[in-house]
Structure formats: C-alpha cells, structure tokens
C-alpha cells in the first residue's frame, strides 16, 4: 500500500489522534489515553480534519484505513 498523499501534511500527533478516531474512541476518550485535556484531543481532532479536508469524523475513519493509519 502507498502512502495517502496527504499524509504527510500531519504531525506525528494528528497521526496518532486519527488513528484513535478510527478505533472509535471519542474526544474525552482520547483525551484520557493521551494524558491531554478533552480540548486539546478535540483541537487535534479538528485541525486534522481541516488539513485532510474531512467534513466529520467517519470521513477521518475512512482516511486512516486509506493511509494505513489503521487497519
């Protein structure tokens, strides 16, 4: 599998945090498995869904599969 293009426009921190989008868990829920507050989970979440153009978070589970973020 190629690496998806944009990929590469995310820190190695947005990777983990969509990753973590894609297992389904929730902001608060991220938050806890990060050691971060809930806004900065959701700040991650939301600046990684405006540089990969995602319009919700299903659109996110469908990048990381593409990526290999996930499998």
């Known amino acids: ?4 293009p944009q990929l ?10 969509v990753g973590l989008v894609a297992e389904g868990l929730t902001n608060d829920e991220i938050a806890v ?6 806004a900065t989970a ?8 405006t ?4 319009r919700d978070r299903a659109q996110l589970v469908v990048f990381a599969y593409q990526s290999g ?3």
Request: net charge positive.
């Open 42 to 49: 959701r700040t991650h979440v939301s600046r990684a869904m």
């Open 8 to 17: 590469g426009t995310l820190t190695e921190r947005e990777r983990e945090i």
């Open 33 to 38: 498995r990060l050691f971060v507050s809930p």
């Open 69 to 71: 973020l996930a499998r």
């Open 1 to 4: 599998m190629r690496a998806h």
């Open 51 to 54: 540089k990969l153009g995602a």
